[in-house]
T-cell receptor
């Protein structure tokens, strides 16, 4: 059963606007959450992470929000740029062991 | 440059043959992982190793085998018992500590016909 879910397979956003990518999880033991960006035929690139003791982490244009009660996290990209067009995966782990990934959301930023 | 090297980028095999995918890292990371990516299914964990000479099965280990004889190397063998071996295989490593991210190689695309 999928422990990390990304229910939106795709998202299109105008350049300069905000992109919001969502992720839900089921395992309450998860204590570390990550976002990766991936281009076709390449490995995922780490973007940003957050531990369960925080509810927000920011790095430049990227902000991750964690809502533990809803078991939900989101990635905000502001402002969106055409180079942000890629597939984004969320991931989660418990105690640094196995990392579980969602199925990805394909983001297209329209110039 | 530190990083994770997967070779080759593309691999073709006939059905019934075993094939070994290479993964080498020079990041001095303790833990290494193998994932498989199929269209629409995200990344699924095959095997992982936290230390040399030790490894654990992931969610889809059937038909695969690994070894971890050296810290920097974690080869994956896709055996003939794997029913659907054609996929994109990704190797990753991470440093010690609970809040350390996975770092990925660029993957090997395996096609079995």
């Amino acid at each position: 059963d999928q422990q990390v879910k990304q229910n939106s397979p795709s998202l299109s956003v105008q350049e300069g606007r905000i992109s919001i990518l969502n992720c839900d999880y089921t395992n309450s033991m998860f204590d570390y959450f990550l976002w990766y960006k991936k281009y076709p035929a390449e490995g995922p690139t780490f973007l940003i992470s957050i531990s369960s003791i925080k509810d927000k982490n920011e790095d430049g244009r990227f902000t991750v929000f964690l809502n533990k009660s809803a078991k939900h996290l989101s990635l905000h990209i502001v402002p969106s740029q055409p180079g942000d067009s890629a597939v984004y995966f969320c991931a989660a782990s418990a105690f640094g062991n196995q990392f579980y990934f969602g199925t990805g959301t394909s983001l297209t930023v329209i110039p | 440059d530190g990083g994770i090297t997967q070779s080759p980028k593309y691999l073709f095999r006939k059905e019934g043959q075993n094939v070994t995918l290479s993964c080498e890292q020079n990041l001095n990371h303790d833990a290494m992982y193998w994932y498989r990516q199929d269209p629409g299914q995200g990344l699924r964990l095959i095997y992982y190793s936290q230390i040399v000479n030790d490894f654990q099965k992931g969610d889809i280990a059937e038909g695969y085998s690994v070894s971890r004889e050296k810290k920097e190397s974690f080869p994956l063998t896709v055996t003939s018992a794997q029913k659907n071996p054609t996929a994109f295989y990704l190797c990753a490593s991470r440093d010690r500590g609970m809040n350390s991210p996975l770092h990925f190689g660029n993957g090997t695309r395996l096609t079995v016909t």
